[in-house]
């Protein structure tokens, strides 16, 4: 194993170990992976904590300690401990007014359209080449 994959955000921090969002310069609390589909994985669940994330996997060197090298571009400013994971002056998520799908609106109602009309003096259509399909499957199962 010569590389190793872990995820960053749109703010420069990296994904730790305990799920929290870190500046990434403590190599051993972060969240890393050797299979790209595991990292795939970790990236779509944090996506589902917060939808206003955008991660990107990165895929770095181990360091002599097993360690992933982060490269220094990719490091962004020291996150202090407890800091929100989103950034100031971002939007607010407010929930909404009603929920239409708790109180899902009434359809009108439409009167049903009459039944047509069928007289019972004509005999129904049958085939006479083709025996009726009552006949040829009772027939099967009492023989």
């Known amino acids: 194993m ?3 994959y872990v995820l960053t955000n749109q703010n420069r921090q990296f994904l730790s170990k305990s799920n929290e969002w870190i500046d990434g310069r403590e190599a051993s ?3 890393r992976t050797e299979h790209k589909d595991v990292a795939i994985n ?5 996506n589902t904590r917060n939808v206003s994330l955008r991660i990107e996997l990165l895929q770095c060197e181990l360091g002599p300690k097993n360690q992933p090298q982060v490269p220094e571009d990719a490091l962004g400013e020291p996150v202090a401990a407890g800091e929100p994971e989103i950034e100031p002056g971002g939007p607010e998520e407010i929930p909404p007014e009603s929920n239409p799908e708790v109180a899902p609106e009434t359809a009108p109602e439409v009167a049903p359209e009459p039944a ?6 004509e005999p129904p259509e ?3 080449e083709q025996p009726q399909e009552g006949a040829a499957s009772s027939g ?3 023989g």
Do not use: K, N
Not at 42 to 46: G, K, L, P, V
Not at 116 to 121: A, G, N
């Open 42 to 46: 970790q990236m779509f669940e944090a």
């Open 116 to 121: 047509p009309e069928v007289t019972p003096d």
């Open 2 to 4: 010569t590389h190793v």
């Open 126 to 128: 049958v085939d006479p």
């Open 29 to 31: 609390r972060l969240f």
């Open 140 to 142: 099967a199962l009492m």
